[in-house]
Structures are given as C-alpha cells and as structure tokens.
C-alpha cells in the first residue's frame, strides 16, 4: 500500500513539474476537465439566482463556455509557468488562440463589427468564380449587412438563426457581381473562402457554415502572431500587448481584413527587428524572401501602409555577404515598395477617380477634392495637421484599444491600464540586443514612416469619404493606427532603461503580470459588451 502510494506521488509530481510537453499536455487535460466541472456547478448556480434562460432552460451555453475559458487561462498560466521567462510566446499562444476563437464562435450570426456585410461579399463572391452565379436568399440578406440591431435575447439568436437557415433553401437571382478586384488585393478573403467552398459540400445548415467560415480569422491571426512573437529576442511584451488589444482581437474574430493587415505587420516587423538584435548573424536568402514577403502579403487588402515597407533598410549592410547582396536586398525593398503601390495606381490610372465613398454623402467628390488639394496644398495641409493632432492624441486611444464597434466600449478603467501597459512595456521591455536596434537612425526613420503612413491614410480618407474642402476628415477611424503601433514603438526607448534585466528572477513575473492583465481585460471586456448581456 505505502509502495502505491509513494508511486502514485511521484507520477503526480512528476506530472505536476510540466517537465516535458506529455507532462503539459495531460496535465492541461486534467486542468480543462476540472474547469469544464466546475463551469457547469457556476452556471448552475447563476440558474438558482437568475432563473432560466429566455429559452426556458436553466443552462447558458455561452456563460458556461465563458467560466470554462476562465478556468482553460488559469490552467494555461500553471502549465506554461516555467516557459514564462523564457518562452512566453507558448502562453500568449493558449490565450490568443482560446479568446479569439471563442469570441468568434460567440458572435453566431450577430454581426457586430465594421462592414461585415462587404466582407462576407468578398468571401462568397470569390467562392462563385467560374460557375453560375446563384446564391440563397440568405447569402444576399447577409452580404447586404451594414449596421443592423443585435440579438442578446438568446430567444431571439435562436429564432434569427433559425429563419436565415430556412431562407437559405431559397435561391435569389438578382443577386449582381460586383467588380472582383484581383487576387492580391483580396488576399486577406482568401482563405474564408476556401473554409467556405469546402462547408459548402457538406450538409450543415447555413448559421453554422457563416460561424465556421468567420473561424478562420481568428485561427490564422492567432498563428501569424504567435510565429512573429516567437522570433523576437527582445520586446516580447510590447508585442503581446499590441497583439491582444481587445479591438485588434475583436477584429480578429469577425469578417474583415483588419485581422490580416494587423497580424502580418506584427509579424513581418518581428522578423525584421530579430534580424536587427542579432548584428554579427549573417542574414539567410530565406529570410530575406520572407520579411520582404510578409510586408507585401500584409498589405494587399491595404496598400496605403506602403511606406512600412522602407523599414527592411535598417538591416545593416554587415549582415550580408556581400556589397553586391547589400544593394540587391535594397533594391529588392524598393521593388517590394513599387509593387504594393502599383497596386492601387494603375487601377487608379486605368479607371480613374470614382464616385466615392456613397457613406461619405452626396457632397462626396474625389476629384474635386483631388482638385481642392492641389490647388490648396497649403491649406489642406493645414487641415491634416490639425485632424493629426487629434487622431494620434492619448484620448483617441480607446477607439483603438477597448472599441467593440456596434457593442460600444469596454470600461474605462480597461483603457487605461491597457495604454499603461503598452508605454510601460514600450519603455521597459529591452535587452542588451537592442543595442543595435534602438539607434536614433532607426528611431528616425520608423516614426517618419509612421507619421507618413498615417498621413496617407488620412488623405485617402479625405478624397474618398470627406465632402470637398471639409475641415475635418471623416471615416478615419482610429483602429487604423493598430498596425503602425509596433513599428513605432519597437524603436524608440533604449537598452539602458530595461527593467527588469534578462537574467533577473523578476522577469517570470514581469511577464505573467503582463499576459495576466491582457487576459483578464481581455476577458472581462468582452463580458461587459457581449457575454454578460446573453440571456
């Protein structure tokens, strides 16, 4: 008996120590089981105290899948405990992959985010090419979305869920193509569309083919974040704060391209600041062709962020075998440069200036207001700086990072300590390899390129949205400030000031507290303006 005990201990032990990824593993199985048990006793006791549910049962399925997520986090934190210090992308990975994808699943078919309808537009139109042209009545009610009223009567999703799968059976022949753009451009729809075409063959009802489609958004963005987080030597909690903004994520988990714009710039600059942090490491054509690569990918659905791509310059001619194979990585970048701009010019040249953005009103006009422009190239700079100056102000930093859309804000409170986090972690999350990194050169050209691209997205703002001669500049919405944050902030504090240093105990707690926050506004935000309101 004192045999199988003392057995029994050690296995635990050894179970408990994480030591190898079977130990994580089973471990983490173990933990989810538990939490799964004791969701089901919290949502029973939230039944006892709030009664059934508007389905007239006792059980919230959301609730109980929300205390479990709660549960999966802290397990997470236990698990990866001895990968924090070092390794603390295992962990970011747990919590943007579980949030992201359980905020997706949890929309059903709300569509609470900016222009969903478009979005879905793209993804079924791409799935039609080369056959006829005939869709449900649902798909056209879906792809026609704008803004519309949302369900948090559990009820009411049921039977909204319940009446697009019916309609579904119905097909619609007014449905009219619009002008597919090329595959470059559409890049980011992609890969919904091939979720789409393959759940199409199978005999689901159609609510669950629009929530598994939309999945894939936040799979692909939980991975490319992951990837580029786990290249960094140094700045890996600025990268996960950035890549876990309750807006960022909250695009991520719904139709659009946001998620991929966001998530490719993170990525592609990580690759591009590793190669930065490790000076005497020759740099491989491989990763040449894919630093170069990613920004081009990132910026299909948003060929505006172009200049980003002038940050590959920073890598030191020292990092190439050659002069000859320095001035051919260079030129390649300006190549890379010219072909993202190509991409919106010639389509501009070919088919010149549009109506417009009809949003924008009536009094919408691009080429009068290209004309006003040029005309007025003083005055108009003068309204840009003016409109810079609120954009880029702190106060403006909620649209961008506790800003649901139609669900409105989080609290506060969330804001604030998110934006602490991000300057705190901007000034502190250094090392000795960013020696290299952080030189005022770099410092310089970043913010330029930075201050540049937001400035070219104000402008085509401004000639596509704004009423001509306007003094402000409308549809500029903050969330466009998302993908530039890292490539400024990455550059601009010092290895002098890191705190605490690599090899101090302190850093393990310096990075749970960090992924600790994230989560838990993460999670309490996305109870506040959705979860919490589903009953």
């Known amino acids: 008996m004192n045999n199988t005990k003392a057995s029994a201990s050690v296995i635990l032990r050894h179970l408990l120590s994480c030591s190898t990824i079977r130990n994580k593993a089973v471990l983490m199985a173990l933990l989810s089981l538990i939490s799964f048990v004791f969701s089901i006793a919290i949502g029973y006791l939230c039944y006892l105290f709030v009664g059934p549910t508007s389905l007239g049962i006792w059980y919230n399925s959301y609730w109980i899948c929300f205390f479990f997520l709660c549960g999966f986090l802290a397990s997470s934190f236990f698990v990866f405990r ?12 747990a919590i943007v992959l579980s949030i992201t ?36 009545v649902t798909d056209i009610k879906m792809m026609e979305l704008s803004s519309v009223d949302l369900y948090f009567n559990l009820s009411d999703l049921d039977n909204y869920a319940d009446t697009l799968n019916a309609e579904s059976a119905f097909l619609d022949g007014s449905f009219a193509r619009t002008n597919i753009v090329f595959g470059y451009k559409s890049i980011a729809s992609h890969p919904a569309t091939l979720v789409y075409v393959l759940l199409s063959l199978l005999p689901i009802s ?24 786990k290249q960094l030597r140094s700045g890996k909690m600025l990268y996960a ?19 991929w714009v966001n998530a490719f710039i993170l990525c ?34 948003k060929a505006i962020y172009f200049p980003l791509v002038l940050l590959c310059l920073l890598v030191p001619r020292s990092k190439f075998s050659s002069p000859q194979a320095s001035r051919l990585f260079r030129g390649a970048v300006l190549f890379a440069c010219l072909f993202v701009v190509a991409s919106f010019l010639i389509p501009f040249l070919h088919q010149g200036l549009s109506s417009g953005d009809p ?23 003068r309204i840009l700086s003016s409109f810079l100056q609120t954009y880029c102000s702190l106060n403006t930093s909620a649209s961008y990072i506790n800003f649901y859309a139609y669900l409105g804000f989080s609290a506060w409170q969330y804001w604030v300590l998110v934006l602490f986090m991000m300057l705190f972690t901007a000034i502190t999350d250094k090392s000795e390899v960013d020696k290299a990194l952080c030189t005022w050169k770099s410092r310089v050209l970043s913010l330029t390129l930075s201050v540049v691209t937001i400035a070219l997205v104000a402008t085509s703002l401004y000639v596509a949205f704004t009423p001509v001669g306007s003094e402000t500049i409308a549809g500029c919405q903050p969330r466009y400030i998302i993908p530039v944050l ?10 002098r000031l890191a705190w605490p240093r690599e090899n101090n105990r302190k850093k393990t707690m310096y990075n749970t507290a960090i992924l600790g926050l994230m989560s838990f506004v ?14």
Request: with cysteine; charged share 10%.
């Open 82 to 93: 001895h990968d924090i210090k070092t390794k603390p992308e295992n962990l970011f990975l």
């Open 101 to 136: 994808c359980f905020s997706s699943l949890s929309f059903n078919v709300n569509a609470p985010s900016w222009d969903s309808g478009s979005h879905y537009r793209f993804v079924v139109e791409w799935s039609r090419l080369g056959s006829p042209v005939a869709l449900s």
């Open 206 to 229: 159609f609510s669950s083919k629009y929530i598994l489609t939309r999945l894939i958004y936040a799979i692909i963005y939980s991975l490319v974040t992951f990837t580029g987080m």
């Open 241 to 259: 704060v950035i890549a876990l903004l309750p807006t960022a994520v909250f695009l991520a988990s719904n139709y659009g391209y946001d998620y």
């Open 268 to 301: 592609s600059t990580a690759l591009l600041v590793r190669e930065l942090q490790t000076p005497q490491e020759p740099i491989s054509l491989k990763r040449v062709f894919l630093i170069i690569g990613l920004f081009v990918a990132a910026m299909g659905p």
């Open 359 to 381: 949003r924008g009103g009536e009094a919408v006009s691009p080429t009068e207001q290209v004309k006003f422009i040029l005309s007025n190239p003083f005055e108009y700079a």
């Open 486 to 495: 890292f490539c400024t902030l990455i550059f601009l504090s010092s290895h």
């Open 522 to 535: 993460l999670m309490a935000g996305l109870w506040q303006v959705y979860i919490g309101l589903l009953w």
